[in-house]
């Protein structure tokens, strides 16, 4: 047919757009490689000692603006140290934290959302009177307090905030659950002689997996911001140990002498909060069976 | 208005011309832009609806038979157009006139219903309002109190008990029979030509359909409007239609009255369908059915669309130009080169 | 092996419905409401009727698929309306189920070699070469290529989908498959090719059918017995000859006359019934069907009748079935015009021809090689 052939003649503007499009798709694979590489190698990264202090050259601009020193590209903070090293060797504690949170509240979250949607009745009755009670607190609130309580240590921030942010992912199995079970091929399963166990995890869990995997990102990009604000509030992990909110909570008592300390981690967060959203965009895409084998 | 010389454009031309034609259609062709490339849902369709006649347009899902219908009524989702051909409607020509004009005629000259009545009612008004809603998109001089008591008419006159009381109700208080009767009165109220019906009965209970199908039938004498009915069920046709064309992956491969092409299935996908559907009348050993199924638009077979399903199939089937209508007899079309089968299987007619 | 397949006697499934908001007063639906009816082994016995009237329901109750309201439910000469659910476990091999949508019935994450491989994982049937073999030879049976296994759900048309869905029931070699509106969804031509499927299945595997279907045409081709339930009960039951021509309960009169022949020269003289089906959640009193029905009396307003042997295997409820009631009845015979009849004829030898050649293609093919 003559519909299907293509036209020889392309206009080099689609050409060169094309070229554009297929670059721009790469840059948040780059970036995320950047990102896994600072969290593993930071030490190989990382251009100076994170800890290293100067009261000389402490508050400097970056280095590409009047005033700055050569070797210190993001500037130097309120102790003299480089602000980029900082940020390097934060980002293991940021992505370590937040990730092992979503896994801890995901793995919670998921299992009570898919016995409560599944079995209904009293279970589920007890299970959102429980993510009531928890979503009525604010989620801050909640960690200082506890954190008050056990102390803050880098595991029990993870466990915490990850206890902090189950009711979210098992209010959304749950729904994705009861909309999936009464399908017809949930029925086909149980006809052919399927278990509880088989259809939960085999047929409803695999139907839904992807709306769990995508918001997990998301949520991802909140547990930075709530790591970020804990570490603000002193409740994280503990100085020297670099992190982005710690940063961002140090600068912020020199913001009037030096913009750059709270600037660069406040930037880093928003990027990676956008690079984490992006990629749980690209995975719901690829999660697809729809778009697989045409 | 380009013409797309089509081989037996001529041929219709002449009935087409003939006064008591309502709707016309010559060499209608509707794309759509996919992904795949622009495909053409209506390839190269001639059919002409008589004043006061039943023409059903008969075939299987994604034949073309839906985006036809809203081709007349320039309803066509975004990514499609009408391409070529001309849509000749009581001497006016509807493709490319202004969405202004359209909306004149369409509702109020031309009215359409649809298989699903649920979906095309609005929830969240009475059944009432939606009638003076539909009155008074036409005609904004009519005050709503006489709307009002012209849509209780209209549902009294489909067939609706107490509608006085009913006239005030939601659409999901109503029964699938009863949601598709208010659909039938919305479209009549205003009095149009032609009531383009899109698989009317398809999602009613037989019982509820049988009534539906007497209404149609009942209004139609009453009024003498003209019915485009879309379908697939040949049980339909038969009891409803004056005229039918059969359509296969976007062209008509078969059109004439009901009882030419019942008494003289020529097309093998006529016949195919006719074996293909089950008898309540008899005991069938087997039936004859057709194999494989429709091609997606984007891998339309050359030729003869319907050649890789065909039992008849010969090489010359594959070639451009062997859907070619013929004239077997008069105003009735067949676009099989291998029609009538007995004369070119003789061997097997025996 | 004279007794039957299944047994199903006076089975009933009530739901509790809310029908007021404010006072939360209960109201119960009585989806199936006494229903009893035998299979026996190589049948297919029908069951017709209009949406709502309980027939999808009835169904998963025969399978334990719901649990019932009351009633008893005996499978190859076992009671299996209490069993758990290590026992129902062994009987739901041996009877299995097709769906009407075949869009939903089949888990789109899953891969057609998959689906059909669960049940015989489920089972513990063979190891993972035999079961390989399995499933190429179910999709064989239905008609479906080796390849197709390794495709998604949506990569297919409405028919394939169906026929994966009958291999899929067919994996455990059922003695009984449920086939739940198995054709609606599909095209005509479509359809066709998945009755003679079915009907070619049942004759080589020797399979009992339930077939629930709302289409008396399909019916007339598929069924050997139909029982037609209107509001949860059935009203008529008679082998197939005998109820399509002389049924004698009016509603399935009613039903017969409704349904439009391809034959334009046939009008039909109708039984016009009044009125759209009532809700079973507040069914008429008495006989269900009084309301729409022309020859109601008072006693049919009042009482309930009981279904009642009629002669020929067939049981009627009926107050006036043995009266002469006057209706036109549906005409017999084909309504196919002879230049059809002989065209379609003609299509037929074709097919048994090119059949005959591929054969001997395949023989050839199996000597040579």
Redesign the interface.
């Known amino acids: ?1 003559i ?2 052939s ?1 036209s020889p003649t392309v206009p080099n503007g689609v050409n060169r757009r094309r070229i554009v499009k297929k670059l721009s798709a790469l840059l948040p694979f780059l970036a995320l490689a950047v990102l896994l590489l600072c969290t593993a190698f930071p030490e190989f990264l990382a251009p100076k000692d994170p800890y290293a202090q100067s009261l000389i050259r402490r508050l400097k601009p970056p280095s590409f603006l009047p005033g700055g020193i050569s070797g210190y590209i993001l500037g130097t903070d309120q102790l003299g140290r480089d602000i980029l090293s900082r940020i390097i060797f934060g980002a293991r504690v940021t992505i370590i934290t937040s990730v092992l949170a979503v896994c801890v509240a995901a793995v919670v979250g998921t299992t009570a959302g898919l016995v409560a949607g599944y079995f209904r009745g009293r279970v589920d009755s007890a299970v959102v009177r429980a993510i009531d009670v928890q979503l009525a607190f604010p989620v801050v609130l909640l960690v200082i307090a506890i954190v008050a309580v056990i102390g803050p240590s880098l595991s029990n921030l993870i466990i915490v905030m990850g206890l902090s942010a189950w009711p979210q992912f098992a209010r959304i199995t749950r729904g994705a659950v009861i909309s999936v079970r009464d399908l017809e091929y949930i029925e086909a399963a149980r006809s052919i002689g399927a278990g509880h166990m088989r259809i939960m995890f085999r047929h409803i869990l695999r139907n839904i997996l992807s709306s769990i995997i995508v918001y997990a990102t998301f949520e991802m990009a909140r547990m930075m911001l709530v790591e970020a604000t804990l570490s603000f509030l002193g409740l994280g992990v503990q100085p020297p140990t670099p992190t982005w909110g710690g940063m961002i909570s140090d600068g912020s008592k020199y913001l009037g002498l030096s913009w750059s300390v709270s600037f660069f981690p406040g930037l880093v967060i928003v990027l990676a909060v956008l690079l984490v959203n992006d990629l749980g965009d690209r995975l719901r895409d690829f999660m697809d069976p729809y778009l697989k084998n045409d | 208005m380009t013409q797309k010389s089509s081989p037996y454009f001529s041929e219709l031309r002449a009935d087409s011309v003939s006064h008591d034609v309502v709707l016309s259609i010559a060499g209608l062709r509707t794309t759509f832009r996919t992904d ?5 849902a209506v390839d190269g369709v001639n059919i002409s609806l008589r004043r006061g006649k039943t023409l059903a347009i008969v075939g ?2 994604g034949c073309g038979k839906s985006m036809l219908s809203l081709s007349i009524m320039q309803l066509l989702p975004g990514n499609g157009r009408v391409s070529d051909g001309r849509i000749d409607f009581e001497g006016k020509m509807l493709v490319g006139v202004p969405e202004a004009e359209m909306q004149a005629i369409r509702g109020k000259r031309i009215a359409m219903i649809f298989q699903e009545p649920m979906t095309s009612l609005n929830p969240a008004f009475t059944i009432g309002n939606q009638i003076i809603e539909a009155i008074r998109a036409h005609d904004k001089d009519v005050t709503f109190s006489v709307a009002r008591e012209r849509a209780i008419k209209a549902l009294k006159r489909v067939g609706i ?1 107490a509608a006085e009381r009913r006239v005030d109700e939601y659409p999901h208080q109503l ?4 949601r598709q009767r208010v659909m039938i009165a919305m479209a009549l109220v205003c009095e149009p030509e032609v009531l383009i019906a899109d698989e009317p009965t398809t999602a009613l ?7 539906i ?2 209404l149609l039938k009942s209004l139609q004498n009453e009024t003498g409007m003209s019915i485009i009915l879309i379908t ?9 239609a004056d005229d039918m064309a059969v359509m296969y992956a976007g062209r008509i491969v078969e059109t004439g009255s ?2 030419d092409v ?4 020529q097309h ?1 996908y006529t ?14 050993k ?6 494989g ?2 091609p997606p638009l ?1 891998r ?1 077979p ?1 030729g003869c669309r319907f050649h890789p399903r065909c ?2 199939c010969i090489a010359e089937c594959k070639i451009e130009g062997a859907s070619r209508m013929s004239e077997i007899s008069e105003g009735h079309f067949v676009a099989c080169i291998r029609a ?3 004369e070119n ?1 003789r061997e ?2 025996e | 092996m004279n007794a039957p397949l299944m047994e199903v006697i006076d089975i009933k499934k009530h739901f509790p419905a809310n029908s007021s908001f404010l006072s939360g007063e209960k109201s119960l639906v009585r989806a199936v409401d006494g229903v009893s009816f035998t299979i026996n082994r190589g049948e297919t016995l029908a069951l017709v009727g ?2 709502g009237c309980g027939k999808s329901t009835t169904a998963r109750l025969a399978l334990r698929l719901q649990n019932i309201t009351s009633g008893t439910i005996k499978f190859e000469g076992m009671d299996i309306t209490s069993s758990n659910a290590r026992a129902l476990h062994d009987v739901r091999r041996r009877m299995q189920i097709i769906f009407q949508d075949p869009f939903a019935s089949l888990n789109p994450r899953m891969k057609v070699g998959e689906i059909l491989e669960e049940p015989l994982v489920i089972y513990g049937v063979g190891d993972a070469s035999e079961r390989k073999a399995r499933v190429a030879a179910l999709m064989n049976q239905v008609g479906l290529a080796d390849y197709h296994a390794k495709r998604y759900p949506h990569e297919f ?1 409405g ?2 989908r169906q026929r994966i869905g009958i291999a899929r029931a067919l994996a455990l070699n059922p003695s009984l498959i449920v086939c739940d509106e198995p054709v609606s969804a599909l ?7 998945i ?2 499927l079915l ?1 070619d299945l049942q004759s080589s595997l020797s399979l009992s059918y339930l077939f629930i279907s ?5 019916v ?2 598929m069924a050997d017995r139909v029982a037609v339930m209107y509001l949860g009960r059935i009203v008529e039951t008679a082998p ?2 005998a109820l ?1 021509a002389d049924p004698r309960h009016p509603y399935t009169r ?15 003289d ?1 039984l ?2 009044m ?3 009532p809700s079973p959640i507040n069914p008429p009193s008495g006989c269900h069907f009084h309301p729409r029905c022309r020859f109601a009396t008072d006693r049919c307003r009042v009482e309930a009748p009981a279904l009642v042997p009629a002669g020929d295997g067939r049981l009627v409820a009926c107050h006036r079935a043995d009266e002469d009631l006057e209706w036109s009845p ?8 002879p ?2 009849a ?3 004829s ?6 048994a ?2 059949e005959v050649a591929r054969q001997h293609e395949q023989n050839n093919e199996a000597t040579g090689g």
Request: one cysteine or more; glycine letters at 6%; hydrophobic letters at 40%.
């Open positions: 047919m519909l299907t293509k | 795949a490339g622009e495909v053409a299987e899902s008990p029964s699938g029979g009863m209970d037989v019982t509820v359909q049988a009534q199908l007497e697939h069920d040949l049980g339909v046709v038969a009891e409803m009901v009882s019942f008494d003289d299935p093998p016949l195919g369908l006719l074996g293909s559907t089950p008898k309540i009348s008899e005991d069938a087997r039936l004859v059915a057709i194999k199924s429709v984007f339309m050359t039992d008849f009538p089968v007995e299987c097997l007619a | 209009e949406s048309s028919g394939q095209d005509v031509s479509i359809q066709a090719q009755t003679n009907k709302h289409d008396l045409s399909v007339r081709y197939k000859e399509f009613t039903l017969l006359a409704a349904v439009p022949q391809p034959d334009p020269r046939r009008k039909p109708r016009a019934p009125g759209d089906p549906v005409s017999q015979g084909s309504d196919m015009s230049a059809a002989r065209r379609l003609i299509c037929a030898k074709m097919r021809q090119q």
